[in-house]
């Protein structure tokens, strides 16, 4: 686990990109923010998370994971079950993931420090933290302060911050926040940035001139944009069940081969339009989830319902009926 064994010395040389310290193993490819599968009666199903992994791996061929994040329902599960999940993950997770990224979020600090000192103890490879959105930091200074008392509590685990300004109400602009974030937190790793705001993506980035950085982006529907701008991956809720294709859309992007990469993000937008217009949400990630994987996510928890059986069809026709590039020839 601990290759950051020279970390402690960190804290004194801000932002030095040639430091001392062991190169870590990078974070490559998409990060499925994982779905949090419940029973129906709706206690958290750990028993499910072993073909979850398998499914991710060997279908999606996706390796990274965001636990206990939005998608996962975190801030609607006790302490004591965002550590039972991360546990399972992690296990599950043993020799088949590269990344296992644990949110540790919340709205009170002492719960964060532990989820914190969990996430580090059972080997997770990065710990990630939203801004508190009840009493909310009102200025970068607060809210640096706030990280830097959880990510203090894992001094070896890469920290990232979790931007999702539409559900937080906190909109602090992350390009603001870097400038000197560093000195304050050595572990300081990257942003989720899950936020339509590509001009601030963009000057993260443009900021980012040494690389030591990584922007995750998290509008699943208008990734390739953020690829564009030079973001580093991409965390979603989609990479559960449109991972593969979304891999594909990486790749074209990578070669760079642009007309196949926008065929491959107007068809996750084709399908994404469509649900979005019947009301999307977790409640209904859960339910395509389970209808394209065939794994059984369960009901989400209140305050969120369960996705209507009619959703359900439809969205499975749409997903249904798309023909994705080069795969027209296996139809019928
Ligand atoms: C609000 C929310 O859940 N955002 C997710 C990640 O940040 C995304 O992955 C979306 O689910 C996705 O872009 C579909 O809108
Ligand atoms: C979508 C995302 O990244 C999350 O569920 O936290």
């Not at 990109?17 to 062991?22: E, L």
């Not at 009493?135 to 200074?141: A, G, H, L, R, Y």
């Not at 974030?181 to 980035?205: E, H, N, R």
Request: with cysteine; proline share 6%.
């Amino acid at each position: 686990v601990s290759v950051l064994e020279s970390k402690a010395v960190i804290p004194l040389i801000p932002s030095s990109p040639n430091s001392s310290m062991a190169p870590r193993k990078k974070l490559k490819g998409l990060v499925a923010a994982t779905i949090t599968p419940m029973t129906p009666d709706g206690k958290i199903n750990l028993p499910v998370i072993c073909q979850y992994v398998d499914y991710l791996v060997n279908e999606q061929n996706v390796k990274n994971i965001f636990v206990n994040g939005t998608t996962g329902e975190g801030l609607s599960l006790s302490i004591q079950e965002r550590k039972q999940l991360a546990e399972e993950w992690m296990c599950q997770g043993k020799n088949k993931l590269d990344h296992v990224i644990i949110h540790v979020g919340a709205l009170n600090l002492p719960e964060c420090q532990e989820l914190a000192r969990h996430a580090a103890a059972i080997g997770a490879d990065g710990i990630a933290v939203i801004a508190p959105f009840f009493f909310k930091p009102t200025n970068k200074d607060e809210l640096i302060a706030f990280m830097q008392k959880v990510a203090s509590e894992a001094p070896e685990v890469p920290f990232y911050y979790y931007h999702i300004p539409p559900l937080t109400g906190v909109k602090i602009r992350v390009e603001e926040l870097l400038d000197g974030i560093k000195a304050q937190i050595p572990t300081f790793q990257g942003v989720k940035f899950s936020d339509t705001d590509l001009l601030d993506l963009a000057q993260c980035i443009h900021k980012n001139e040494t690389g030591e950085f990584e922007f995750l982006y998290g509008v699943d529907e208008q990734l390739l944009g953020a690829l564009a701008l030079g973001a580093n991956g991409a965390v979603g809720s989609t990479y559960n069940y449109l991972g593969r294709q979304t891999n594909l859309m990486l790749q074209a992007f990578a070669k760079p081969d642009l007309a196949l990469a926008q065929q491959y993000q107007f068809l996750t937008g084709e399908f994404l339009n469509f649900v979005v217009k019947l009301g999307f949400g977790v409640a209904q990630t859960k339910a395509v989830m389970t209808s394209v994987s065939g794994i059984p996510m369960g009901p989400p928890r209140l305050p969120l319902v369960a996705a209507s059986s009619e959703f359900i069809i439809k969205a499975k026709a749409k997903l249904d009926s798309i023909v994705w590039p080069n795969e027209c020839c296996h139809a019928g």
